[in-house]
């Protein structure tokens, strides 16, 4: 039997954000908890359910809601764990989905960030309709979910998608991956600051607002206001970034020749000072055949998007149960 | 109802080949006809049909031949048509499906020659049991077929899996595509000669067995002989061919996050003169938690694999025919 809501919850470093969505993708009720108050893991899931709880009770959900969908760094959709996130301040391996499980008592299914977002997008956003597409999500680092045959690619091992870490430039920047020029040394939020220190320092006759932050201070969005107020230096920075984009996105094209490129997090924000050298390196690198393939911003409402996204793959971790449930039906009456 | 055989026709600029093959994948009978010696492509069809049913009749398999598969270049899976093949005498759009439906009456399936490949492998050789693999295949350029939750990956318009032109050094060589430093401009059998070139002109004062033959007249073949004969140049060429292409592969593991790669085609009979830097370069390149992807030969015999390749397309023809008699059959009684 299917229940009218899901439970959606995004695990960030920071905070912790859920909510309660309906089969329409409205945010009925959402709250938070911060992330990184619980050294105990268990304790943290405690909390989770005992504010989820009282939020569902607030609407008076109770025994309404059909499943929960997590997105959260490194979390595996197989496996059901989160592996050594290198944000989170838990190590190892961490029985997120049957932690949660076992709370509730409701089917639970996690996958990380960047795919809930690109299922979020499938289900109520931009890539409704689609069955090829890929997600680009440019955040703290560059995450990515894959749609092929309208279906998620989890990989042999459920962790596919990490586009962010295709090498951009042989011998680049150092990443926190350990290796060198993976994109999200240039396209992330961080990327971008990169960047603009490096400009900074490339050109020191130019004058640039930049320079009036403490460089420990930047952040990309000083660097976007910059650009904005018409500072050169500020703008260079964002058409490298975009042309760095552009460039990935004509080769990530060649692997599943998607309908649509759907960019999503903070940096999308930026708006054409992205999108332009972002469609026109696009243009320019991708096969004469794949001129077509759109690069649209995301739709999802900015602060709803996460949990959204994970709640999406709440309507998942109910179809399967239904599945496992009809399954276990015909085993006994078979 | 199911039929014992399917027919597999392979499609190259050359020739064009065909087998009877059951389904254990045996190629019963195989025959050949020349592809450019027929500049119209109905004539062409022709003779592929009164060549092969002649061949069919020669072992009693009448009527028992349940789909046809077509490996074929830029062959498209959706759309049935072989479009703008730069090696084939053919200009424009050639209803290639519906062609070799008409004339045979039975279902037909075409895909590019990579994706039969991956196809066959699939179903016959490496990759048996695979739900996630990629497959490389290194010819006269470089073809790419991948695999993701047991499916094929043909794209939103039936053109994925171009990996060949992954850019792979950015204003590198000369592509036939129009742009520079894509994949196969590096990996291919030719990329192989024109690396040799290359190094014969950068080391001149290096002996080398390569310098007794006619630029024009290099193979691949050559490169490889000189290479086991023990001439550094040939052996520093696939080296680098190897290191390219292992560096590709660690690119290409973070969008899937396959089992295993297959390598298939000419080059990869060069053995561990290839895979040896192949591998040694993905271990070196690769995200820590993909070392474990495994990195394989095809198992397809040489001689068949083409047409094998090609015939397992023909048991999905034959499956996709009979899923649309059952829903013909629904809606009439429906």
Known sequence: MNKPYVLGIDIGGTNTVFGLVDARGTVIVSGAIKTAQHPDFNEYINEIYVEATKMIKSVGAEGKVGGIGVGAPNANFYTGTIDNAANLIWQGSLPLAESLRSKF??????????????????????ARGMKDFIMITLGTGVGSGIVANGQMIYGADGLAGELGHVISRRGGRPCGCGRNGCLETYCSATGVVRSALEFLDASPAVPSLLRNIPSGDLTSKDVYDAAVAGDPIAQSVFEFTGRVLGEALADFATFSSPEAFIIFGGLAKAGELLFKPMREAYQANCLKFQRDIKILPSELKEADAAVLGASALGWEAQRLQNEADKTAGVAVNG
Chains 1, 2 share one sequence.
């Open 105 to 126: 008592g409701i089917p639970v299914a996690v996958t990380n960030d960047a795919n809930a977002a690109a299922i979020g997008e499938m289900t109520y956003g931009a």
